[in-house]
């Protein structure tokens, strides 16, 4: 589908999401370029536009400053806001060594038991320079502001949704009830139905 629309309409489609922004600060005082997968189009979106994007937009930026990265996975979708195991590959193999020296931590909000899964397993081969060892997961938002200064970094609110739906169904932070909306609202459906590993 991504060859369907021209690269300079995936790079307005791209600026208009809001996917990249770099604001605030960590506890330690690095820059957060924060990154929101429920925004990202995966499927109408190549990786060379976002790659492009990066280098013209963001990295300069980032200049020869220590930062952060704060990635909110909330209710990322596989098989629409996911770019790929290898697409992320490819973008973080496209990071200059200068950028990717200076990256401190990866803050991961709301990963799902796939997500932790796959990075437990393959993270360490995936990724070089240690990114895997700067990973660190992030259950809850309060949880994120241990690491984040709270002000300074905005957060949509259907993550703050999202978070009170894991407060009153704590099995969905470990994939073992669903949080689909249908199941989840239908009286008649037991919590023992519900469970499934997604």
């Known amino acids: 589908m991504s060859s369907q629309i021209s690269e300079a309409d995936q790079e307005l489609l791209r600026h208009r999401l809001d996917i990249f922004k770099i604001r605030g600060k960590d506890k330690q005082g690095h820059k957060i370029l924060r990154i929101i997968g429920k925004f990202f189009p995966a499927r109408l979106l190549i990786v060379e536009v976002v790659k492009k994007y990066l280098e013209e937009h963001i990295f300069p930026r980032l200049g020869k400053r220590r930062f952060s990265v704060l990635y909110v996975h909330t209710v990322v979708q ?76 905005e957060i949509p609110e259907f993550v703050y949704n999202h978070d009170e739906d894991l407060e009153y169904r704590p099995m969905m932070d470990y994939g073992l009830e669903s949080d689909h909306p249908r199941v989840s609202l239908s009286p008649s459906v037991s919590s023992y139905s519900m469970r499934c590993i997604s």
């Open 78 to 153: 596989r098989s629409d806001n996911f770019p790929g195991i290898s697409g992320l590959r490819w973008i973080y193999e496209a990071i200059p060594v200068n950028v990717r020296d200076n990256l401190q931590a990866v803050y991961f909000l709301h990963p799902g038991l796939q997500a932790r899964l796959f990075l437990a397993t393959f993270g360490r081969f995936l990724f070089s320079g240690g990114l895997y060892g700067k990973l660190g997961y992030v259950s809850r938002v309060d949880y994120l502001w241990e690491h984040v200064k709270r002000k300074e970094v």
